[in-house]
C-alpha cells in the first residue's frame, strides 16, 4: 500500500514542485467542501496553512475527515485522513517555513492556523511510489 514515506524521487518532486490541490472536507449539510490549497508534506504529515475560523477549519472542528487531491497532467495524487486544527506558535511556524520553501514566503497572518492531515489512505499515478 502506498504511503508518503514510499515516493519515489518522481513522486517526491511532484509534491515538492509548485502544484495547487484542492482540500475536501465535510460540510455542516453533510456535503463536500473543496477548496483550492497549497499543501506541504514532511515526516509523511500532510499540512495547509490557513485563517483560523475559515469554513475549512470549521469543517474540520466538526469533522476531522478530509482529503487533499493533486492533479498535474497525467499525474495524481490522492491523500485521505483525519484532520487537526493546530494553533501552537512554533507548529505553525513549521509549517509557514515549509510552505516558504514549496510556494513562496506567505503573508503576514496573525490569525493563521495549521490543518494537519494524518493519512489513512494514499492513492496515486503509476511511478509515484516505490
Given at each position: ?14 509534491i515538492?514542485?509548485?502544484h ?7 460540510a455542516?449539510?453533510g ?13 509523511g504529515?500532510v ?10 477549519v470549521?469543517?474540520i ?16 495524487l490522492s ?7 493546530e494553533?501552537?506558535?512554533?507548529e ?7 510552505y516558504a ?5 506567505p503573508?503576514?497572518n496573525?490569525?493563521?492556523?495549521v490543518?494537519?492531515?494524518?493519512p489513512?489512505?494514499v492513492m ?7
Amino acid at each position: 500500500m502506498p504511503t508518503l514515506t514510499t515516493l519515489t524521487d518522481d513522486g517526491f518532486a511532484f509534491i515538492s514542485d509548485y502544484h495547487l490541490a484542492t482540500l475536501s472536507t465535510i460540510a455542516r449539510d453533510g456535503l463536500i467542501h473543496a477548496v483550492a490549497v497549497g499543501f506541504t508534506v514532511d515526516d509523511g504529515v500532510v499540512r495547509v496553512i490557513t485563517s483560523d475560523g475559515t469554513q475549512k477549519v470549521r469543517n474540520i472542528e466538526r469533522d476531522s475527515r478530509a482529503t487533499i487531491a493533486q492533479v498535474a497532467g497525467p499525474r495524481w495524487l490522492s491523500v485521505a485522513g483525519r484532520a487537526t486544527i493546530e494553533r501552537d506558535p512554533a507548529e505553525v511556524a513549521r509549517a509557514e517555513a515549509l510552505y516558504a520553501e514549496r510556494y513562496r514566503p506567505p503573508r503576514v497572518n496573525p490569525r493563521r492556523v495549521v490543518i494537519r492531515l494524518e493519512p489513512d489512505t494514499v492513492m496515486g499515478s503509476r511511478g509515484l511510489f516505490a
